[in-house]
């Protein structure tokens, strides 16, 4: 947790308002996931611009010939759903959130919960999730379903995560750093001189 805290520029939540996928022959680009987030609200850090737009850009996506790529470590994010996401404040070629930063938002009887990567409610920061999954797993180009009968119990909001972590006892705890929206990679790999 203290890990992820010192390479995270702000903690916020948003709609996933739009996907698209580009291709770049660059090294360090290829195909890459675009999705556009929208109604941005910073729950910790200064990283961030309150309300948006923010973009994600995962590497996966098609190829020139039509094969579409992917990696089963990258966050799956579904078009028209909330989430949470922890946003990086360094350098990244793969991925700009790893998948263990990317939370989904639900409404569970009346209650906003976060359900993590595999459909489980998160419980707390420092405690992992909970035993019990509310939602099945997400599927490219599907949207989450919750599981029938499944209860919030003591999940958490997206407020709850924030305020959380803001109070984790860490030699460096403090969110800092711009949020780094595209790959910062040395020139050498761009091929400048």
């Known amino acids: 947790l203290c890990d992820a805290l010192e390479r ?10 739009s996907q698209s996928y580009t291709f770049d022959e660059a090294p360090d680009e ?24 923010l973009e994600i850009r995962l590497s ?10 992917d990696a089963s470590e990258m966050p799956i994010i579904t078009p028209g759903e909330r989430y949470l996401l922890l946003l990086p404040n360094h350098a990244w070629v793969i991925e700009p959130v ?6 989904r ?18 419980t707390s920061t420092r ?16 949207s ?24 984790t006892e860490c030699d ?3 969110l800092t750093g711009p949020f780094t929206a595209y790959p910062l990679v040395p020139d050498i790999i761009r091929g400048a001189d």
């Not at 995270?8 to 308002?17: D, E, H, L, N, R």
């Not at 996966?60 to 790529?69: A, I, T």
């Not at 379903?145 to 972590?165: K, T």
Request: aromatic share 6%; proline share 6%; no cysteine.
């Open 30 to 53: 290829g195909p890459r996931e675009v999705t556009r987030f929208e109604d941005i609200t910073v729950l910790a850090g200064d990283g961030a611009v309150v309300g948006g737009p």
């Open 60 to 69: 996966r996506g098609l190829m020139p010939e039509g094969q579409f790529v």
């Open 144 to 167: 989450p379903e919750m599981v029938e009968g499944a209860q919030p119990g003591d999940a958490m909001s997206p407020e709850a995560f924030a305020a959380e972590l803001a109070t």
């Open 105 to 122: 938002i639900e409404t569970l009887d009346g209650q906003e919960i976060l359900v993590d990567q595999d459909g489980y409610a998160v």
């Open 98 to 103: 790893a998948l263990r930063d990317v939370f």
């Open 8 to 17: 995270t520029s702000a903690i916020v939540s948003g709609v996933a308002a």
């Open 127 to 142: 405690r992992g999730r909970s035993f019990a999954q509310v939602s099945t797993r997400e599927r490219l180009f599907q």
């Open 172 to 174: 460096n705890p403090t």
